[in-house]
């Protein structure tokens, strides 16, 4: 199993990005997969941002970036994204894909930075 992350830079604050995590080895439509993106700015403690049901499309997030981001699935592509609007310097930080395997395995990404600068 394998997650990729992809989509991060540099954006001014205000601005958008979307985060894609590609996944192999998973099969969204087989098994309810939660699929979770983390982030984690240096010096702060990893934050869970929003997470996804692979089967059921249900989705949760956390209060500092609810109503701004968005999660999403294409269970065709086995990819998760995160669509990121009104960047804030504060959303700065290192975003990881996760998830938990049958065995319940954990199964992480390498990260995408994502830069919130002017």
């Known amino acids: 199993v394998q997650l990729v992350e992809s989509g991060g830079g540099l954006v001014q604050p205000g601005g958008s990005l979307r985060l894609s995590c590609t996944t192999s080895?998973?099969?969204?439509?087989?098994?309810?997969?939660?699929m979770r993106w983390y982030r984690q700015a240096p010096g702060k403690e990893r934050e869970l941002v929003a997470t996804?049901?692979?089967?059921?499309?249900?989705?949760s997030y956390s209060d500092s970036v609810k109503g701004r981001f968005t999660i999403s699935k294409d269970n065709d592509k086995n990819t998760v994204f995160l669509q990121m609007n009104n960047l804030k310097p504060e959303d700065a930080a290192d975003y990881y894909c996760q998830t938990v395997g049958r065995l319940n395995n954990p199964y992480w990404g390498q990260g995408t930075q994502v830069t919130v600068s002017s």
């Open positions: 996804i049901d692979s089967i059921d499309g249900r989705t």
């Open positions: 080895g998973l099969t969204f439509s087989n098994y309810n997969y939660i």
